[in-house]
């Protein structure tokens, strides 16, 4: 499919029982799963402030922390995967979403939120992400997001919607994705062309993110690292970001 921002791998039509998702675990997660659970994520994540202009860190890598990416993308907020715990000058997360044993360890501005996730959080001032996505709204208002819009940094740089789907669909290409091909996640999320390659592009192909250690087409991994049997290998250092 033709994609230029992320809610264009989230729309209504997109909705079946393809498999999109497959966690640590082995649980498999269909693209209606995705699509409805990710809908309902931006709408909880704009109770806590997160709109166009803003920075998410995101925490963790498995379905919940795909989850808060989406929605965060869906509201034109940037997220940072793998944060760091103590801030620098120009750190300022609106938003942290991590799991509910690590996020109070995490140094945000005055006035940012926390959301936990994994188990209940104990503190009133933790939001809880499951239990915000089982009450929410399971549909989105249409958005209108301009390809230059942020999406993904990392610190160091920041990469926009479009860059990040015409890398996506460069990998798509390159290697003949289709749907259900399977591509597996073995790099850090901190590293956007992890996310470019291992998340968005098997998901424009229609192709299903595997997040643990799974039978795989493709395998995305740090430099020198090897997809052993699962599949070919794709090193970050083939992801053209520009």
């Given at each position: 499919?033709?994609?230029?921002?992320?809610?264009?791998?989230?729309?209504?039509?997109?909705?079946?029982?393809?498999?999109?998702?497959?966690d640590?675990?082995?649980?498999g997660?269909?693209?209606?799963?995705?699509?409805?659970?990710?809908?309902?994520?931006g709408?909880?994540?704009?109770h806590?402030?997160?709109?166009?202009?803003?920075?998410?860190?995101?925490?963790g890598d498995?379905?919940?922390?795909?989850?808060?990416?989406?929605?965060?993308?869906?509201?034109?907020?940037?997220?940072?995967?793998d944060p760091?715990?103590?801030?620098?000058?120009?750190?300022?997360f609106?938003?942290?979403?991590?799991?509910?044993?690590?996020v109070?360890s995490?140094?945000?501005p005055?006035?940012?939120?926390?959301?936990?996730?994994?188990?209940?959080?104990?503190?009133?001032d933790v939001?809880?992400l499951?239990?915000?996505?089982?009450?929410?709204?399971?549909?989105?208002?249409?958005?209108?997001?301009?390809?230059?819009t942020?999406?993904?940094?990392?610190?160091?740089?920041?990469?926009?919607?479009?860059?990040?789907?015409?890398?996506?669909?460069?990998?798509?290409?390159?290697?003949?994705?289709?749907?259900?091909s399977?591509?597996?996640?073995?790099a850090?999320?901190?590293?956007?062309?992890?996310?470019?390659?291992?998340?968005l592009?098997?998901?424009?192909?229609?192709?299903?993110?595997?997040?643990?250690?799974?039978?795989?087409?493709?395998?995305v991994?740090?430099?020198?690292?090897?997809?052993?049997?699962?599949?070919?290998?794709?090193?970050l250092?083939?992801?053209?970001?520009?």
């Amino acid at each position: 499919m033709d994609a230029e921002t992320v809610d264009d791998l989230l729309v209504r039509d997109r909705r079946s029982d393809r498999p999109a998702l497959v966690d640590a675990t082995g649980k498999g997660f269909d693209y209606a799963w995705l699509c409805t659970t990710s809908w309902k994520a931006g709408n909880f994540l704009s109770h806590t402030g997160v709109r166009r202009g803003v920075t998410v860190g995101v925490v963790g890598d498995g379905p919940f922390a795909l989850l808060a990416f989406f929605g965060t993308a869906l509201l034109e907020g940037t997220t940072r995967f793998d944060p760091p715990t103590a801030l620098a000058d120009d750190d300022r997360f609106r938003t942290l979403v991590a799991p509910v044993d690590t996020v109070e360890s995490y140094e945000l501005p005055v006035g940012a939120q926390r959301v936990g996730y994994g188990s209940e959080p104990e503190k009133p001032d933790v939001h809880h992400l499951e239990a915000g996505l089982w009450s929410e709204n399971p549909s989105f208002p249409p958005v209108s997001i301009a390809p230059d819009t942020p999406l993904l940094t990392d610190g160091d740089r920041t990469v926009s919607h479009g860059r990040a789907l015409s890398a996506a669909a460069g990998v798509v290409d390159d290697h003949g994705f289709a749907e259900g091909s399977r591509v597996a996640v073995a790099a850090p999320l901190g590293d956007p062309r992890t996310v470019v390659a291992g998340v968005l592009a098997p998901l424009l192909a229609g192709g299903v993110v595997v997040l643990g250690d799974g039978d795989a087409d493709l395998v995305v991994a740090e430099e020198g690292a090897s997809g052993g049997d699962r599949g070919e290998t794709l090193p970050l250092s083939a992801v053209e970001l520009g």
